[in-house]
């Protein structure tokens, strides 16, 4: 039975942080909100919503958060972790077909994978993702859907002994590229596409970091850093 915790990293989204920690509280054990660096109450809200929040000074971007996040969860009795935006990009409602596609697989990892349409995607975003993940199939010698994607489900002790050090965007590439270099197995449950309406807003800048993020990945995977 997998007892699951999710890692939300939050930078400023103190105006719907709350409503992300009570939905997600429904479908996993504990949610845990890094709250890096934030000048509008995150942290408090996150944590009057109920959920474990640890706080970055100053704020030291999205790898360092998750990386802080990591840790805490290893001390804990947990079998899964469960990495999602803070920023509305990801749905709650789309966690229990990440954890029935890690039942039914026992994939180490899960990732939540969207459908690219071009029509309904900025330009930039398409081309970074599309290209970004046929870099990383490449890369880990098997296919990789969506690479990009932060709403992913990890088995926690595939993470124990892992040397991360992202502190970034690239987050998502070194963990995965780790993984696989450890012989884990990766697997992937359909996700919906958030880009317009809402709340959600990504901060990548999708040319910039997808550039930084590919450099990062080849090193990971060649220099083995």
Request: aromatic share 6%.
């Amino acid at each position: 039975m997998m007892t699951v915790g999710a890692l939300i990293p939050a930078y400023n989204e103190a105006g719907g942080i709350a409503d992300l920690v009570a939905a997600v509280s429904r479908h996993v054990s504990l949610v845990v909100v890094v709250d890096d660096g934030s000048t509008d109450g995150t942290g408090e809200r996150a944590a009057a919503a109920g959920a474990t929040c640890l706080r970055l000074e100053p704020n030291q971007g999205k790898g360092a958060a998750l990386r802080l996040a990591v840790e805490w969860a290893k001390k804990r009795d947990l079998t899964h972790v469960l990495f999602m935006d803070g920023d509305g990009q990801h749905l709650p409602d789309d966690i229990p077909v990440l954890l029935a596609r890690a039942e039914e697989t026992d994939a180490d990892l899960i990732i939540g994978a969207r459908t690219f349409d071009r029509a309904r995607m900025p330009a930039s975003r398409y081309f970074s993702n599309t290209v970004g993940s046929r870099l990383t199939s490449r890369l880990v010698r098997r296919t990789i859907l969506d690479s990009q994607s932060g709403f992913r489900l990890a088995r926690l002790e595939c993470l124990r002994g892992v040397n991360l050090r992202s502190r970034r965007y690239e987050f998502e590439m070194e963990v995965l590229v780790k993984l696989c270099l450890r012989g884990a197995t990766v697997g992937h449950a359909p996700i919906t596409m958030v880009y317009n309406g809402g709340r959600a807003r990504s901060k990548m800048h999708p040319v910039r970091d997808t550039v930084r993020i590919c450099l990062w990945s080849m090193a990971f995977r060649y220099l083995r850093l």
